[in-house]
Every structure is written in structure tokens, then in C-alpha cells.
């Protein structure tokens, strides 16, 4: 015992308050990664898993029923020569172009109307955000319906002016820009709330003291709301951006890919080859290089961000 309370004595207080404040910092670490270990162990399992067997399937020749064999780049070499899959990418390509500025400049403008009090402000906000929360197969069901040839309210509405509505859904000029503008409908609430957001963060002596300049309703616009909320611009374009590229539930309800694969983006293309055809090698790949594109465009749009974004010191 007087031997091993001298070792005990020996012992250098610091070193014992370190050794401690190691294994109460161990302690702390591992109590952390207990704690998210559900979530990674989601992560891994239902979205890193299958996302890297996904990508072992674009490399293969793998119908839905039947043996697969490894062919190793042919899919995504076979894509691009599709001429179907370069249809699709087009018809992406402007449904993002339509989409996204018109979502974003509709959703800037009735935050703009509705960042100020009056009377029935709290309806206004409600009736512009109530289609967001209403699902995308009842909000196309309906539209569907509304924007039929003969039968449909618009069309009928259109009549009591003389005017003859078009086949909306129809016709190759028409079914695209249809399918955006309905679009734009649904969405448009949740980009308008997080610029109402941030325009109401906008400090107020900014404005007061532009209007002793003698500053216009534009310039206070362009020259403090548009600089001050780049953050918020830039991350609704990055989502609404991808939303649009993803776009399939309305695609599929409305217009099934048609008229004349008017309007067959790559999403559908994408269905459409893995459970029409059966092809979920091809489908795969097709999957990967929307993947790959989405990826290139956030990156690219995140290095060019602090040209243009507006970041507070």
C-alpha cells in the first residue's frame, strides 16, 4: 500500500487533469456519434447503398426479368447516340429555362406586394402557399381537367369572349408551356415566403434614408431589397433549379410524355425506360447522367456564387 500511494503521489496533477479531460472529451465524441448513428446508418442504407447499386447496374446489360451481364460503359455510350434521350434533355432544358425565371420573378413580386400589412394580408399569403402543401398528382388532375379541349373551364371561359381555346394539352406549341405555367402555380408560394423572409430582414433605415435622397419605389428596389436578399436569390435558383431538371408527377398525370414526346423529359424518359421497356441498365445510366449534370451545375454555381451574392461582414 506505501508503495502505490507514492507511485500515486508522484503523478503530476496536470498530467492526471489531461488524462481526464481526454477521456471525458472521448466520452463527449462517442456519446455524439451514438446519437447521429441512426441517421448514418439511414444514410447508408437507403440512400449511399442504393445509389452505388444503381450505379453497378448502369454499367450492366440488366433487364427486369432475366440475367444481367457487365458491359461496362456501352449504356452511357449508347446514350449519346439516343436520339429519344436528346429529345428529353431538350425538353428539360426548356422546361427549366420557363420554369425557373418565371417562378422567381413571380415569387419576388408578390413578396414585394405582401411584406407590408394591410387588411386580408394573412389570406392573400394562405391562398398563394395553399398549393404547395397540395399534392402534385390532385393539383395536375385538376388542372388537367380545367385545360380540356371542349369541356374544360378554361376553354369555356375563353367562349364567353368569342375567343376558341386550343388543345392545350394537345398541341405540341401549347402542352409545354402549359405544364410550366401550372408548375409555376404549385411552387411558387414557397419562393415567395423565403423572399419575404428576407426582404423583411432588410433593415429599415436603408429605405428611410434613400427616401431623404429622394430615392424612387425602383431604385430602393434595385439598389437595397435586390443586393441585400442575393443569398436568398441564389438559393432558390439552385432548388427551383433542380426541382424543374426532376420534374416528373405532372409529366406523367397531364401529358404522359406527348404530344409527339413534346413534352417527355428526362425524368419520364427515365421511368418509362425501366418500366415500359424494362431496360434498368439504360435506365440506370440515364439516371447518372442527370445525376452528373445536377452536380456539375450546383458546383458550378456555387464557385461562381461571390461574384453576385451579397454576404453581410
Known amino acids: 500500500m506505501i508503495k502505490v500511494e507514492a507511485k500515486k503521489k508522484d503523478v ?66 449508347n446514350i449519346v447516340k439516343d436520339p429519344t434521350f436528346i429529345k428529353s434533355f431538350k425538353s428539360t432544358f426548356l422546361f427549366s429555362f420557363g420554369l425557373v425565371p418565371l417562378n422567381i420573378i413571380l415569387a419576388m413580386l408578390l413578396a414585394s406586394l405582401l411584406k407590408n400589412k394591410f387588411v386580408g394580408i394573412g389570406l392573400f399569403r394562405t391562398a398563394i402557399f395553399v398549393p404547395v402543401v397540395t399534392s402534385m398528382v390532385v393539383w395536375a388532375i385538376v388542372w388537367k381537367y380545367l385545360l380540356a379541349p371542349e369541356l374544360g373551364f378554361i376553354n369555356q371561359f375563353l367562349d364567353l369572349f368569342g375567343i376558341q381555346g386550343p388543345s392545350w394539352l394537345l398541341d405540341t406549341s401549347t402542352a409545354l408551356p ?25 433593415p429599415s433605415e436603408l429605405f428611410e434614408a434613400a427616401e431623404l435622397d429622394g430615392a424612387s419605389p425602383f431604385k430602393k428596389f434595385t439598389r437595397i431589397t435586390l443586393p441585400l436578399i442575393t443569398p436568398t436569390i441564389f438559393l432558390t435558383m439552385i432548388i427551383t433549379t433542380i426541382g424543374a431538371m426532376k420534374v416528373f408527377g405532372q409529366i406523367y398525370v397531364m401529358t404522359r410524355g406527348g404530344p409527339v414526346d413534346s413534352t417527355k423529359v428526362i425524368v419520364y424518359y427515365i421511368w418509362e425506360t425501366a418500366f415500359k421497356q424494362y431496360d434498368m441498365g ?30 453581410e461582414e
Do not use: C
Open 12 to 77: 503530476h496533477p496536470q498530467l492526471i487533469t489531461r488524462q481526464n479531460g481526454l477521456n471525458a472529451k472521448w466520452r463527449d465524441n462517442l456519446a455524439g456519434w451514438f446519437f447521429i448513428s441512426p441517421m448514418f446508418i439511414g444514410f447508408f442504407v437507403f440512400m449511399f447503398g442504393p445509389l452505388v447499386y444503381a450505379f453497378f447496374m448502369s454499367l450492366n446489360d440488366w433487364p427486369l426479368l432475366g440475367e444481367h451481364a457487365f458491359i461496362g460503359l456501352e449504356n452511357y455510350k
Open 178 to 202: 402549359s405544364v410550366i405555367f401550372i408548375s409555376v402555380i404549385k411552387n411558387v408560394g414557397l419562393n415567395m415566403v423565403l423572399f419575404l423572409v428576407a426582404m423583411q430582414q432588410v
Open 282 to 311: 439504360y435506365s440506370s445510366a440515364i439516371a447518372f447522367v442527370l445525376f452528373f449534370i445536377l452536380l456539375a451545375f450546383t458546383i458550378l454555381s456555387w464557385v461562381v456564387r461571390k461574384r453576385w451574392v451579397f454576404f
